[in-house]
Every structure is written in structure tokens, then in C-alpha cells.
């Protein structure tokens, strides 16, 4: 087991920044893949961006790209998400989750552990 607890969210306007962390417990860390999703009000939860295991591959959405970036440090068995320019559409609730390979990094069908959600408010 994989226990995962996010931190970081809040309030912010638009162009702000926040940081998330995601805390790792239970198994070792830098055996997982780390994803961070997002879902908003009346919509399906969406891929943000991973990391690998050792940090040597990351990939972000599209909406995202420029302006969040992922990173882990195993030696804390945390993963971050840097969010910067932030928009009123990035409001969400953001979910850190763990897999244990690459493949279907983007797919949330394919991660096994989940956190409980830190929620991320951009007013305009």
C-alpha cells in the first residue's frame, strides 16, 4: 500500500502561483511512477502531467504546458506540482496518484494509489 497526502491548495487570482505537494508513505517511492490529476465541478477527472521514477521523464497536458511543472525528490518521497500563471479554468480539485510503470501515465484508469484531493481556487 501507497498512502498519499496532498497539501498546498487554496485561493489565489488569476495569474498567481501556487505549489502542491504530495507526501508518500507505505512502499518505496521511488519505485512508482507519479501522476497529478485534476476534476472540477460536473467534469471527468483530467490528467495534469507525471514523472517518472527517477525523475529522467515528465509530460504535462497541453492546457498546462509552460506554465506547471512536476518534479519529485525521492530522498523526501514527495512529488510537486509548480503551478504559475494561474486561470480561472485551472479551479479544480487536484489529486496526486501512483503507478508502478510508465505506460498509460496519462490514462487514471491505470493508477492504483490515490490521494484525497487538495482543492485549487483561481478567481478572476
Known amino acids: 500500500q ?24 507505505g512502499r518505496t517511492f521511488s519505485n512508482y ?4 490529476f485534476r476534476q472540477a465541478p460536473g467534469k471527468e477527472r ?7 521514477r527517477s525523475a529522467t521523464s515528465t509530460f504535462h497536458a497541453d492546457s498546462v504546458k509552460g506554465r506547471f511543472t512536476i518534479s519529485r525528490d525521492n530522498a523526501k ?3 510537486y506540482l509548480q503551478m504559475n500563471s494561474l486561470k480561472p479554468e485551472d479551479t479544480a480539485v487536484y489529486y496526486c496518484a501512483a503507478k508502478p510503470v510508465w505506460k498509460g501515465y496519462s490514462n487514471n484508469k491505470e493508477y492504483d494509489y490515490w490521494g484525497q484531493g487538495t482543492q485549487v481556487t483561481v478567481s478572476s
Do not use: D, H, K, P
Not at 33 to 36: A, E, K, L, P, Q
Not at 46 to 52: H, K, L
Open 77 to 79: 518521497n514527495t512529488v
Open 2 to 25: 501507497v498512502q498519499l497526502v496532498e497539501s498546498g491548495g487554496g485561493l489565489v487570482q488569476a495569474g498567481g502561483s501556487l505549489r502542491l505537494s504530495c507526501a508518500a508513505s
Open 33 to 36: 511512477v507519479m501522476g497529478w
Open 46 to 52: 483530467e490528467f495534469v502531467a507525471a514523472i517518472s
